[in-house]
């Protein structure tokens, strides 16, 4: 969430922030909204030191044995124009809490402006593709083939876009993982093992509510939202709290399942892992200072690229354009590796810096040297995206025979092995 002080201060700011992302929240009602806040509470305030002399005099005549009536009937109206003011203040409170609720993050000054993501910006790309000399099966053609990945049987359970994983292939995609979480926990990172569902508090207080809600699973009976990325529970972490200073800076990872309805799939290419409701992924969460934060912006980055450095699998990395960013999101970079079965760049980590606005949604704070109270910085990234970068292993490391080379830094968790097929 934007601080409202900013806001009051720099509208003209907020406004050219918001145009960058094709937002079109109303920020002069917002500053209206909080200029009449503040009016009610001037006027309390002035009702409230009325009071005080009111029952000051009451008191002073009740000890001379003068009547107060007329003081205590003042008084009790006085009393009485505060409960209506107060009313009134909930009332906009609510309403400028809720305005402010879909206000999204503003970009940085160096993210590009555009649209959509037409207009990201290349950075940089590592690795070379893969030299095939064959016609390479896209993932969800060798995949059953090969009889490790099962579409059908997956509709049958529970409809489109979903994949059910068999054998070695199930043993792969667990060797991914625990490849990921081990180079993360080597480099310092701290594994947390979080719940799926979460409240709706804390749903918002990482920006998927309320902007993204038709995107969320909801468990109406008891209002939970399963996650759609470790991001939240991880974050959510410090909901409320205060951070020593001698804490930071933290770094958090997980794994976990993630659901997403796709609202938005219409007209996208849904075939195979690409796109599904449900895949595991590996998360990264960085909380840090606010002066540290690009610089954990560059780790956190690093992070998400030696992940794909270690499968080699090449990939190359994109600043996301101002309208491409996430409703919380300041700056995104996205790594988008190589899949050779379709012949296509396909996003697959998504490493975002939010500056204080999950922070300030959250509540969560450090102590400083001195003492003094401050909102942290968030940043997060995948580490990497299970289905993805499964689909991908099966289309780079794809052999003329219809076999997959298994990459070697996944041999030890799969046994020694080195092919499936």
Known sequence: MLDMRFIRENPDTVKQGLTKKYDKSDIDQIVKLDEDRREIIRQVEQLKSQRNTASAEIAKKKKAGEPADDAIAAMRKVGEEIAAFDGKLRELEQELQTKLSWVPNLPHDDVPVGKDETSNKFVRDWGEKPAQDFDVLPHWEIGEKLGII?????ARLSGSMFYLLKGMGARLERALYNYMLDMHLADGYVECATPILVTAD????????????????????DDLYLIPTAEV???????????????????????????????GAAGKDTRGMTRVHQFGKVELVHI??????????DKLLGQAEKVLQGLKIPYRVMVLASGDLSFASARTYDLELYSAGVDKYIEISSVSTFDDFQARRMNARFRDEERKVQFVHTLNGSGQALARLYAAILENYQNSDGTITIPEVLRPYMGGADKIG
């Open 233 to 263: 529970s991880l974050t959510n972490i410090y909901k409320g709290q205060i951070i020593d200073h001698t804490q930071l800076p933290i770094h958090l990872v997980g794994y976990t399942p993630c659901f997403r309805r796709e609202a």
């Open 150 to 154: 099962d579409f059908q049987a997956a």
């Open 288 to 297: 840090c200072r606010p002066e540290n934060s690009l610089e954990e912006f």
């Open 202 to 221: 804390t749903m918002f207080g990482t920006g998927q509510l309320p902007k993204l809600a038709d995107d969320m699973y909801k468990m109406d009976e």
